[in-house]
C-alpha cells in the first residue's frame, strides 16, 4: 500500500477543517474526559477534553489545554474565578452525552442540564463531579501557562480528591482503568473502547521483560498464555 507524504506546504494549503481534522489524528489515541466547573453564582459548566496530561505524582499534578477564541471560554473563566475543577472520565454508556457538551451553549445554560448528565457535589468539593462518571477527580488550580507559538494556555491543577471503584484499584497502586469501561478518543470525534495487551515488568538494560498479572504480580509468559487462552475469552 503507498504512502502519502506531506509537506509543509501541503499543509498550509490544505483546507483549514481538513487540516484540524488530520493534526488532531497524528498524536494517537487521547484520554477522554469532561471538565466540570461553576461559577461563583453556582452555575454549572461541562466541557469534553482530549487533552488532559499528567504532571507529575508529588505533588500530583495534571494539565489540559484551553485554545484562544474570541468567544468567551466558560471553562477556563470558571477555573480561574473558583480556583476548583473536576475531570470525569468518559465511560462508553454515555459517549453521546459527552460529545454534545462540545456545542456552544450560552453561559445561561448548563451543559449538564443540556445533555441530560447529572452533577455531582461531594461534601468538601465546591465544583461538580459527574454522577454518571466511574473516575472522578478533584483538583484545585494551581498555574496557568500560555504557549507563545499559538497562544493556548495550559492550565495546571493539584490533585485533591479521587472517587473511584475499589474493584479497580490494585494493590500496587495500578488503577485497572478497561475495569471501567472507558472510551478514549481519536482525532475530535472518534470513540473508541480499548483492550488491554498485557502489563509488562520494570524495564532494565540487559534484563528480559516478564508479565505482570492485573494485579501486579510477577508471572511467566506461559502462564499468561494459558491465563489468555483459558479464562480471557
Not at 497562544?151 to 484499584?169: F, S
Request: with cysteine; charged share 20%.
Amino acid at each position: 500500500m503507498k504512502d502519502v507524504t506531506l509537506a509543509k506546504h501541503d499543509l498550509q494549503t490544505m483546507d483549514q477543517r481538513h487540516r484540524t481534522r488530520l493534526i488532531n489524528s497524528l498524536s494517537g489515541f487521547k484520554s477522554a474526559n469532561l471538565i466540570g466547573t461553576c461559577d461563583k453564582e453556582g452555575l454549572d459548566n461541562l466541557a469534553v477534553i482530549s487533552s488532559v496530561v499528567h504532571l507529575g505524582s508529588n505533588p500530583p499534578l495534571f494539565g489540559f489545554i484551553v485554545r484562544p477564541s474570541e468567544s468567551r471560554r466558560h471553562t477556563l473563566e470558571n477555573i480561574l474565578e473558583t480556583k476548583h475543577f473536576t475531570i470525569n472520565s468518559i465511560g462508553a454508556e454515555f459517549v453521546r452525552k459527552a460529545h454534545q457538551t462540545s456545542a456552544r451553549y450560552p453561559k445561561s445554560i448548563s451543559e449538564f442540564n443540556a445533555v441530560g448528565l447529572t452533577p455531582y457535589y461531594d461534601d468538601v468539593f465546591p465544583a461538580p463531579f459527574v454522577l454518571e462518571s466511574p473516575l472522578k477527580i478533584g483538583l484545585t488550580f494551581k498555574e496557568k501557562i500560555t504557549i507563545e507559538s499559538n497562544q493556548t494556555q495550559m492550565l495546571i491543577g493539584e490533585v485533591i480528591t479521587i472517587h473511584a471503584p475499589k474493584r479497580a484499584m490494585m494493590p500496587d497502586g495500578y488503577l485497572d482503568l478497561e475495569a471501567l469501561d472507558l472510551v478514549t478518543i481519536s482525532g475530535l470525534d472518534s470513540y473508541h473502547v480499548t483492550q488491554r495487551l498485557h502489563r509488562l515488568s520494570y524495564a532494565k538494560p540487559h534484563e528480559s521483560l516478564f508479565p505482570l498479572t492485573r494485579e501486579g504480580n510477577p508471572t511467566s509468559w506461559e502462564a499468561f498464555e494459558f491465563n489468555l487462552t483459558h479464562f480471557d475469552r
